[in-house]
């Protein structure tokens, strides 16, 4: 299938509403019917205004978080479109992609 990974970069203390901006986007990429999608937690990052952020032992809200997201181009487009309502305000990478499943019993369970 063709589509899109997408990858969203925020650090564990950004909030959207009362929720990290991170497990956020988690919920609403599954809402949407996706599939396929990743919560990764870096040890250090620079972020988009050019900040080191990393994790400290005592204090975690500065962890580098990562969500990639593999979509169709509608799921993209209404991903993206739900973000840009809600003012996320999250830096992102769209790569196009191809994207499925390799050995695949006939029933669709893995393993």
């Known amino acids: 299938?063709?589509?899109?990974?997408?990858?969203?970069?925020?650090?564990?203390?950004?909030h959207h509403g009362r929720e990290s901006m991170g497990h956020w986007i988690m919920d609403q990429a599954k809402a949407l019917g996706v599939k396929g999608a990743t919560l990764t937690v870096g040890v250090?990052?620079?972020?988009?205004?050019?900040?080191?952020?990393?994790?400290?032992?005592?204090?975690?809200?500065?962890?580098?978080?990562?969500?990639?997201?593999a979509v169709d181009e509608d799921q993209?487009?209404?991903l993206m479109a739900l973000l840009e309502r809600e003012q996320a305000n999250v830096f992102y990478v769209k790569t196009?992609?191809?994207?499925?499943?390799?050995g695949a019993r006939?029933?669709?369970r893995s393993g």
């Open 1 to 14: 299938m063709k589509g899109f990974q997408l990858t969203f970069f925020t650090i564990e203390g950004r």
């Open 76 to 78: 993209c487009e209404s």
């Open 106 to 108: 006939p029933d669709g």
């Open 44 to 69: 250090q990052g620079i972020g988009r205004h050019g900040r080191l952020h990393s994790a400290h032992f005592v204090e975690l809200s500065d962890q580098p978080i990562e969500v990639t997201v």
């Open 96 to 102: 196009p992609v191809e994207f499925g499943v390799v």
